[in-house]
């Protein structure tokens, strides 16, 4: 396809391209419940996530470009820069947690819907502070408590030390 970009800021799966200002990725057989997600994150006025924008001629996912900084790394950031991300989370998970409002759900611990790769290299960054999330891994994303988001790169961090 004619002015695609290759996208190597973070650690980016293979396949996947800037046009314009929309992003194209190979999909999976999950691409179907992160478009849903970023629709209802859309319509509940969440404001930092990219746009689902279908799926190109050629099959791929379809999501609209964030402008800035994704870091390709795990490393170390201030406190005010830590905070700022625990805010962005935060409105994330309370932007998914009407789709796991039942008494069913809310019976065995699943509170929001979890990114479950919540990295800096899965933020995007401008002027240092994080201002969006991105990279819905199409087989990561699933139901959980709002802790597991925190607790699984907490992990990775202590080992990068």
């Known amino acids: 396809m004619q002015g695609e970009i290759s996208l190597n800021g973070g650690r980016v799966s293979q396949g996947v391209v800037r046009v314009a200002d929309m992003v194209r990725r190979p999909p999976t057989l999950h ?4 478009h849903k997600l970023l629709q209802h994150l859309a319509a ?4 930092a996530a990219p746009r689902s924008n279908g799926f190109d001629e ?3 996912d379809v999501f609209s470009y964030i402008e800035g900084d994704v870091p390709g790394d795990l490393s170390w950031h201030d406190d005010d820069v830590l905070i700022d991300a625990a805010r962005l989370i935060r409105r994330y998970h309370d932007a998914t947690e009407a789709l796991v409002a039942s008494p069913a759900a809310k019976s065995i611990g699943l509170e929001v819907v979890c990114h479950n790769d919540l990295s800096p290299s899965n933020f995007v960054f401008r002027s240092g502070r994080p201002l969006a999330i991105i990279d819905f891994d199409f087989d990561i ?3 959980g408590p709002r802790m597991h988001d925190l607790g699984v790169r907490c992990q990775d961090v202590a080992r990068s030390r």
């Open 31 to 34: 691409s179907p419940f992160v």
């Open 44 to 47: 509940s006025g969440f404001d």
């Open 58 to 60: 050629l099959g791929r």
């Open 141 to 143: 994303a699933s139901l």
